[in-house]
């Protein structure tokens, strides 16, 4: 899988769009891109996945570039409830079994 | 639907002592995982299983056995704890195949091994 890479710590202001970026220079044609994150204490939270096309849902949008190389997950208004560790993860689907690499991720302080 | 629970929420145990920690989910996913999470580090895969009665080595196995004798729960044994296995430890399940993007993750189990 390849190896990703984000910053280690962004703050947003409340209500304000928080925009997290991922590098993923290395990822390969059948390599997807998912979003997790963890609130303190907390088992990890799916947010969205997305492969070639930007992806939006109820909680976040999905932008990578047309290069694929890197990404942005967007939480549109953020809340103090986001506050959290985001994790950027690239895997390939078929037989790699749904197995996730957790790297350090970004630490998205929420402030009111 | 409960989704993913894990017992026990917390342990303490001393070096040598062993241990089983539940890990049980209602939602007839196929694949299950055992992952740790030590301070300030991302979660690591342990072992993981694609069926009732299969299991297979993640990332960091040594020290940990399994076992996933009904499709709705997964076992993860500690024979001989120590020290160096004080952690966070998150059970989690997923539909299998092609559209496991979305893993479904417990409460977590907090292990001391004093």
């Known amino acids: 899988d390849a190896k990703t890479t984000q910053p280690t710590s962004m703050d947003c202001a409340e209500g304000r769009a928080a925009n997290l970026p991922c590098n993923h220079s290395t990822i390969s044609g059948n390599e997807y891109v998912y979003w997790y994150r963890q609130i303190h204490s907390q088992g990890p939270q799916y947010i969205i996945h997305g492969l070639k096309n930007n992806e939006t849902n109820e909680m976040a949008s999905l932008i990578i570039t047309e290069d694929r190389k890197s990404s942005t997950l967007i939480l549109p208004h953020a809340t103090l409830r986001d506050t959290a560790v985001y994790y950027c993860i690239v895997r390939a689907g078929g037989t790699s079994y749904g197995k996730l690499t957790f790297g350090q991720g970004t630490i998205l302080t929420v402030h009111p | 639907n409960a989704g993913v629970t894990q017992t026990p929420k917390f342990r303490v145990l001393k070096t040598g002592q062993s241990m089983t920690l539940l890990c049980a989910q209602d939602?007839?996913?196929?694949?299950m995982y055992w992952y740790r999470q030590d301070p300030g580090m991302g979660l690591r895969l342990i072992h993981y299983?694609?069926?009732?009665?299969?299991?297979a080595k993640g990332e960091v196995p040594d020290g940990y056995n399994v076992s996933r004798l009904k499709k709705q729960n997964f076992l993860l044994g500690l024979e001989s704890a120590a020290p160096s296995q004080t952690s966070v430890y998150f059970c989690?399940?997923?539909?299998?195949?092609?559209?496991?993007?979305?893993?479904?993750f417990g409460p977590g189990t907090r292990l001391t091994v004093t």
């Open positions: 939602m007839n996913h196929e694949y």
């Open positions: 989690a399940s997923s539909s299998g195949g092609l559209s496991s993007y979305e893993q479904y």
């Open positions: 299983s694609v069926g009732e009665g299969t299991t």
